[in-house]
């Protein structure tokens, strides 16, 4: 079946360094979602990309989605504390039905002031 | 705040035993997913149900069963407990179609002694 893999699943950095977490999916995706759980909350919708090789900004956050539609990156520029949390991704293939989306098991987040 | 309401918030029960867990969806939502949220663990797709029918199946146990109701709130019932289904139980809903995001609810704690 579909499998969705996230690395890495810790990152430690200094305040104002960058970030990255990675996606990779073991089949084509149809659209692949982007959610922040800080801690002792829940998932948060942060962004969706449909397009081959799609790329989107949210401030400090970008997100890119491969031309094969099999991988997915987040990258934070200058962290913050307030980008403390756990970042998963989540796809749909092209197969799978309405609603089934994989997540991947997250990139937890630590920041040090 | 999502929309999403679940309760209880916590739960704490023996092994053996037999629960349910509480959903009501966003106003106007018609799909309800459940997920299993395991310590240090990703989000794991438990079932889907929309407009009161089951649509997606994910990893769900023969003893975990959910059902969606005419008002759309959803239940999900765990039986003969383990101690390895502690964790974190969330809803989440929708809107139809599959490029729509999903709003969690705050979840629900559980934890078998």
């Known amino acids: 079946g579909q499998q969705v893999m996230q690395i890495p699943q810790y990152q430690h950095v200094q305040e104002g360094e960058d970030f990255t977490t990675y996606c990779n999916s073991s089949?084509?995706?149809?659209?692949i979602q982007w959610y922040k759980q800080r801690p002792g909350g829940h998932p948060v919708f942060l962004i969706q990309?449909?397009?081959?090789?799609e790329v989107k900004k949210q401030k400090r956050l970008t997100f890119q989605f491969g031309e094969a539609k099999k991988n997915s990156s987040l990258h934070i520029t200058a962290t913050q504390t307030t980008d403390v949390g756990t970042y998963f991704c989540?796809?749909?293939?092209?197969?799978?039905?309405?609603?089934?989306?994989?997540f991947g098991k997250g990139t937890k987040l630590s920041v040090k002031p | 705040d999502s929309g999403v309401t679940q309760t209880p918030k916590h739960l704490i029960t023996a092994t053996g035993q037999r629960v349910t867990l509480r959903c009501s969806p966003r106003?106007?939502?018609?799909?309800v997913y459940w997920y299993q949220q395991s310590l240090d663990q990703g989000l794991q797709f438990l079932i889907q149900?929309?407009?009161?029918?089951?649509?997606a199946k994910g990893n769900i146990l023969e003893r975990f069963s959910a059902q969606q109701f005419p008002d759309l709130h959803s239940e999900l019932n765990l039986s003969s407990l383990e101690l390895g289904d502690s964790a974190l139980y969330f809803c989440?809903?929708?809107?139809?179609?599959?490029?729509?995001?999903?709003?969690f609810g705050p979840g629900t704690r559980l934890t078998v002694l």
């Open positions: 989540a796809g749909r293939d092209y197969g799978g039905s309405q609603g089934n989306l994989i």
């Open positions: 989440a809903s929708s809107a139809t179609g599959i490029y729509n995001e999903q709003f």
């Open positions: 990309l449909v397009k081959s090789g």
């Open positions: 106003s106007g939502d018609l799909s």
């Open positions: 089949t084509t995706l149809s659209n």
């Open positions: 149900y929309y407009n009161g029918e089951e649509r």
